[in-house]
């Protein structure tokens, strides 16, 4: 929603008398650029929502990690963050000082620095950063540079969605659920510095957030011109994704990208109506999806694994109508 207001104001800041703002409300990314010499760019972006789990220090690490993964998937490195919380008056202390703790270290774990934040009062409890990071101008990934032929790969098994839902319906297992925060506390920072180790090979990337695998797989087609081809048995899930999927339980998230992302999609017919909906199923501190070049494949997976780093080849890019998927 947000996003669809402010870009109403684009006239006010247009591209002609901002031109440093590389990305923005007029040239909308995971994060906003805006280049400060020939050297050095800002990335700056916010991020924060309510608790997806119910340990408070993993919270904070989990919103923390979501926070700093925009600024990785343009290819930058965190610098500085700022807390963004909202908290009822009546919570004991406790629990927020273990939500900042876990915000805290995760933000150290990314070389960067806490430097303050900003609360309100609310009824319900929501925890997050403002990140700015730094790179150089030339060196930014974006979405919209995904080109025909490229293979795509992500860096996180998908289903997190599914599982916390699980978890607040009560019938989540303790293996599921810690796999499951596991995965969402992990910095996208090794997936990124192995992408970066492939220079000009990796053409586009983004995370995989609130609009699952289609919406933010759509959106990277869409700014690139081009369609994808995703290949579901590819596609990585956690633990407990399907066995959730299959019995009904999704995320009131997942209904709301199927309305919008559903038409975009070929080829999901065949799929019994669980599989089509894990499809949609939003993430929190989901991993990158990268579009590297036919010839970089291999030194990314390679560059990947030796550092530990999880991934999955799940597609590849096409010439075609843009924004486009095809399941095959």
């Avoid at 789990?53 to 993993?58: F, M, R, S």
């Avoid at 700022?82 to 990314?110: F, H, M, S, T, Y």
């Avoid at 510095?193 to 957030?209: K, Q, S, V």
């Avoid at 010839?295 to 550092?307: K, N, V």
Wanted: aromatic residues 8%.
């Amino acid at each position: 929603m947000l996003g669809e207001l402010v870009g109403s104001l684009a006239n006010i800041f247009s591209p002609a008398e901002f031109p440093q703002l590389l990305a923005g409300i007029a040239q909308p990314d995971d994060a906003a650029v805006y280049q400060l010499d020939e050297d050095r760019a800002v990335i700056a972006t916010a991020d924060f929502f309510p608790p997806v789990v119910d340990d408070p220090y993993e919270f904070g690490a989990v919103a923390a990690a979501n926070a700093l993964s925009d600024v990785y998937a343009m290819g930058g490195d965190p610098l500085l963050a700022l807390n963004l919380l909202c908290w009822p008056a009546d919570q004991p202390g406790e629990l927020l000082k273990e939500i900042l703790r876990g915000g805290a270290e995760k933000v150290r774990e990314a070389g960067a620095v806490l430097a303050g934040g900003h609360s309100v009062a609310d009824q319900e409890p929501k925890f997050g950063l403002v990140v700015i990071g730094l790179a150089h101008p030339k060196k930014i990934w974006s979405k919209g540079g995904a080109q025909p032929g490229d293979e795509l790969v992500l860096t996180k098994p998908l289903g997190s969605g599914t599982i916390t839902t699980a978890l607040k319906n009560g019938m989540a297992s303790a293996a599921h659920v810690a796999a499951c925060v596991a995965v969402m506390a992990q910095l996208n920072r090794t997936a990124m510095l192995a992408g970066r180790r492939m220079g000009g090979a990796l053409h586009a990337a983004t995370d995989i957030t609130g609009f699952g695998i289609v919406g933010h797989a759509h959106e990277m087609a869409a700014q690139s011109g081009t369609s994808f081809n995703l290949r579901w048995d590819a596609l990585p899930w956690l633990d407990g994704a399907q066995q959730y999927a299959r019995a009904q339980i999704y995320p009131g998230g997942t209904t709301r990208n199927i309305e919008f992302y559903r038409q975009w999609l070929d080829g999901a017919d065949g799929l019994a109506a669980w599989q089509q909906q894990l499809l949609f199923d939003p993430q929190t501190s989901g991993g990158l999806l990268m579009a590297v070049a036919p010839a970089g494949l291999a030194g990314l997976l390679h560059a990947l694994q030796s550092s530990g780093q999880f991934y999955a080849h799940i597609g590849s890019v096409s010439a075609g109508s843009a924004g486009r998927l095809r399941l095959a």
